[in-house]
T-cell receptor, first 107, second 113 residues
Framework: AQRVTQPEKLLSVFKGAPVELKCNYS??????LFWYVQYSRQRLQLLLR??SRESIKGFTADLNKGETSFHLKKPFAQEEDSAMYYC?????????FGAGTILRVKS | SAVISQKPSRDICQRGTSLTIQCQVD?????MFWYRQQPGQSLTLIAT?????????ESGFVIDKFPISRPNLTFSTLTVSNMSPEDSSIYLC??????????FGSGTQLSVL
């Protein structure tokens, strides 16, 4: 079965603290993984994808096939990072989303 | 990138009625997707709409309840038929463009009384 698990519904950190949003997946094939973000009153948008190995807004995510994880990390959180974050798996043409994690960055 | 216009942005409907949601894209795209996000839950794919063929529905979703039209490469509609309060949800249109990237509409917040 294809599944994405985000164990934390809410993650609250102080500004300047490191952030790690957890994501684990279940998929028998070669996974394509993404992180999507939804800021307050904005539409859902792509943050990053594992095949690009890019850093967007200071966020990175490394695919760990052994642990079937794709955790999202940022060394120093900023208040503008507060948003809902979704991890997603792409088996074929569709996306399977995790339940999402609300990141709250406190000043 | 792709710019998606989705409407209505919200509606309040009576049970037993139907609502049609429209999704307009500023460029031609092969595949359009319709998602549902129920309160407190993640996004669930309803169906994939391909131009010139019938939509492909995911498990748990049927054409009679969620008929979809895809008359051309820039437009699609999703109808929520014979609504009940359980259909209260956010409905999202999305398209694949620029390789693997998915772009989303702003969503339609539906409340069924």
């Amino acid at each position: 079965a294809q599944r994405v698990t985000q164990p934390e519904k809410l993650l609250s950190v102080f500004k300047g603290a490191p952030v790690e949003l957890k994501c684990n997946y279940s998929y028998s094939g070669s996974p394509e993984l993404f992180w999507y973000v939804q800021y307050s009153r904005q539409r859902l948008q792509l943050l990053l994808r594992h095949i690009s190995r890019e850093s967007i807004k200071g966020f990175t995510a490394d695919l760990n096939k052994g642990e079937t994880s794709f955790h999202l990390k940022k060394p120093f959180a900023q208040e503008e990072d507060s948003a809902m974050y979704y991890c997603a798996l792409k088996p074929g043409n569709k996306l399977v989303f995790g339940a999402g994690t609300i990141l709250r960055v406190k000043s | 990138s792709a710019v998606i216009s989705q409407k209505p942005s919200r509606d309040i409907c009576q049970r037993g009625t139907s609502l049609t949601i429209q999704c307009q894209v500023d460029s031609q795209v092969t595949m359009m997707f319709w998602y549902r996000q129920q309160p407190g839950q993640s996004l669930t794919l309803i169906a994939t709409a391909n131009q010139g063929s019938e939509a492909t529905y995911e498990s748990g979703f049927v054409i009679d309840k969620f008929p979809i039209s895809r008359p051309n490469l820039t437009f699609s509609t999703l109808t929520v038929s014979n609504m009940s309060p359980e259909d209260s949800s956010i409905y999202l249109c999305s398209v694949q463009s620029g390789g693997e990237k998915l772009f989303f509409g702003s969503g339609t917040q539906l409340s069924v009384l």
